[in-house]
Each structure stands twice: as structure tokens, then as C-alpha cells.
């Protein structure tokens, strides 16, 4: 039973992404094998400058979920487009309204007698 519960979570809890995530994953792994054509590199000159396999960037550019992010940020270095990962949660929109939400609740001063 402990064998078959472990397998388990593994298949599908570390494989699995909701859909849109995956559609996310799909579109980065895109966009990162375009960058690859237009340096017209090919997937083994990739490999070897991220030093990783050529099955991993091929992985990157199908957006497998289970590739660490380190080998994308080899990748990204690899394309000269590290610089990029810090664009991530950059905006945070959601964030911001909800720190402004709690800035706007003004505490009342005591009032002196």
C-alpha cells in the first residue's frame, strides 16, 4: 500500500499542472525555442552552453513542468536572456491593490482629555 501511494503522489502530483499552468509552460518553452532559431543555435549548442542534454531543452522548449528552474535559468543565460527572469511577479497587481487596501484604514487618533 505505501509503495503504491508514493508512486502514485509522484505521477500525479509532480507531473500534473492545471491546465492553464500547463498552457503557461507551453508558451514559455515556445517563446525559448524561438529565441533559440533566431540565434539560429541548434538544441545541442544550447545543451552545451547550459551544460544540460540536448532531451532537456527539448523538454524546455515542449514546457515540461518538471525541468528545475535552475537549467532554465542556464538556458536563459545560454540565449543571453537571464536578464528576463526578473521580470517575473514583477507587476504583481493583485499585491499592490491589496497593500494600498490596507494603507487606506486609518487608524483613529485617542482622543485627549
Known sequence: MY????????????????RKL???MQTVGEQIRLAR????LSVAQVAERATCSPMTIARIEK???T??????????YALQLDDDILLLAQKDEM????????????Q???KKL
Open 22 to 24: 500547463e498552457q503557461k
Open 63 to 65: 514546457g515540461a513542468p
Open 67 to 76: 525541468v528545475a528552474i535552475g537549467i532554465y535559468l542556464r538556458v536563459l
Open 3 to 18: 509503495n503504491y501511494v508514493a508512486n502514485m503522489s509522484k505521477t500525479t502530483m509532480g507531473n500534473k499542472l492545471p
Open 95 to 106: 499585491g499592490r491593490a491589496l497593500q494600498d487596501l490596507a494603507l487606506k484604514q486609518r
Open 108 to 110: 483613529r487618533s485617542s
Open 37 to 40: 532559431l533566431r540565434r539560429d
